[in-house]
Structure formats: C-alpha cells, structure tokens
C-alpha cells in the first residue's frame, strides 16, 4: 500500500522530470535563435547534437539542465546516430565528439576498453571519496573516466548540485561550474564527447550509488555524475557505474549543511563546498 511518503515523492519525481524538460526546451529554443546569422558549421552543431552534461540539472529554475541527473541540455540528437555501445568482440567503445556546451577538451578516450572493476579515489576538499566501479556491466564508462583522470580533468572542479530531501544526491562533474548559487550555467559543462549508457537493466539508485547524468536523450553521458547518498525513485536511464565504499559520511555532512540558494525544486549549490583536488583510479585488488 503507498504511504503518503511515497506520493510525495512520486510528485517531486514527476516535479523533476517536467522541470527538466522546460529546461530543455527553453534551452534548445535559446540556442537556435543564437544562431541566426552565424557561420553553417554553427548551425550544423545546432541542428546535431548540443551538449551532453544534464544528469540532474544545474542549479535554479533556469540553470541549465539537472532535475533528474542530466547534463547540459540539448537540442535533439535523434537524428544523429548515437555513439555505440562496448563491443564484446573487439573490445572497443564508441564515442562521439560533443563540442556542445562548454567544453574542456581532452581529445576522446581510446576505444579499446578493459573490462574489469576499478577502485575511483576521489580526493576533495572535504576528504576522499572512494567507489567501486563496475567495469565489468559499464567498460565504456570507466574507460572514459579513466581517461577524465588521467587529464586531470576533474581537478579543481567543484560539486554544484546538492538534491532535497526528496532528491539526495550531489551532482559533480562540470570543470566550468561555480558552485557559488549564482552562475547560471552550472551544469552545462563537458569533455567534448559522449557514450551511450551502460549497465541499465534493473538499475536503481539507492544511498552509495554513483551514477552518470545525461540529458533527456539517450547516448549522451559525458563527464557529471552524481553521488547518491538517500534512494531515488529515478527511472533505469542513467549508467550506474559504482558504489561508494567510503566517503558517505562526507555526502551526509553536506546534505546536513544544505544549499545556497535552492530552487523551485529545493536543489542548488551546497553551503559546504566539495571541490575535486585530485582523481586516481587504479586496478581492483
């Protein structure tokens, strides 16, 4: 039998997954009219793919993307072939460039993918963050956050979304993010590519999940994930890549302290700023 509880939840979900597609839609409306005038190589990214970096959404109301773990939003990819998922025979990923967004380029990861589980060490200005991930079901994710690692392409970058209550995670990931409760563009940043989700079948998102943020479309995780540290009723669409082993403590000291300025949603930048001094990822023992 549904409790209360439950309803309200189920509201805040459906709450969350409206926001995001208004968000969407202002966005990819933004967009086009930006372009009016330019050069056809802008209108080719336009009418292709904008940006993957929407998991769940950047800060208030009229940030760009987050209610539900997305990145920045983008226009639609659908008639764009998407990237291609892990080929077991070759071994290979495939991944897309993505100049949509803001981009901090760090060329496309290689395509051949080990597919074996990995330790993630994330070390923060609050203390590490340590998760298993799971590169057996996600080879391609881990292939490519290895190589996020491997450029330093999270260091200095701070977490800019912390959830409510009916949304518990922390959202990280955007090189270009604030985190201050002020830029409207939190969120919108990426590494210049995308894949296609992994690991979905059965997924859910339960407190020590680590998960990526995509936009409403399929094929476009890129570089923001989120940290959950409560369970979220969110739909099988974002690649579940880890599990916290240690550092949950720290999420519910963040979560204590609340956010900024919160939004219709009751989200936004954390009081308790986590920046990424330093990722290292190593083979699991």
Do not use: W
Not at 18 to 30: D, F, N, P, S
Not at 130 to 140: D, R
Not at 215 to 225: A, H, L, M, R, V
């Amino acid at each position: 039998m549904s409790t209360g509880k439950d309803r309200q939840r189920q509201l805040a979900r459906e709450h969350y997954e409206r926001q995001m597609q208004r968000r969407v839609e202002r966005e990819t409306k933004a967009k086009r009219t930006a372009v009016i005038g330019s050069t056809v190589g802008v209108l080719v990214v336009v009418g292709g793919v904008i940006a993957a970096v929407t998991l769940l959404g950047g800060g208030d109301d009229t940030s760009a993307s987050e209610a539900t773990p997305s990145a920045a939003p983008s226009a639609s990819t659908s008639a764009v072939a998407g990237p291609k998922p892990f080929d077991p025979a070759t071994g290979e990923c495939g991944y897309l460039a993505d100049t949509s967004g803001t981009v901090k380029d760090v060329g496309l990861p290689p395509a051949k993918a080990e597919a074996k589980d990995a330790t993630m060490t994330l070390k923060t200005s609050q203390g590490d963050i340590v998760v298993e991930l799971n590169g057996v079901k996600a080879p391609c994710t881990v292939n490519s956050l290895k190589h996020l690692a491997a450029k330093k392409y999270y260091n200095g970058s701070k977490c800019h979304r912390l959830g409510s209550a009916q949304f518990p995670m922390l959202q990280c990931g955007d090189p270009t993010a604030k985190a201050d409760g002020k830029a409207q563009g939190d969120g919108q940043g990426g590494p210049g590519y995308r894949l296609a989700e992994e690991n979905l079948e059965g997924a859910t998102y339960k407190r020590g999940v680590m998960a990526m943020a995509k936009t409403s479309e399929p094929g476009t995780t890129g570089s923001q994930f989120f940290l959950v540290f409560g369970d979220i009723g969110l739909s099988p669409d974002y690649t579940p890549v880890g599990t916290i082993t240690k550092g949950l403590d720290i999420l519910d000291k963040v979560n204590k302290a609340g956010v900024i300025a919160p939004g219709q949603d009751g989200t936004g930048a954390p009081k308790e700023t986590v920046e990424i001094k330093d990722v290292t990822i190593s083979a699991k023992s």
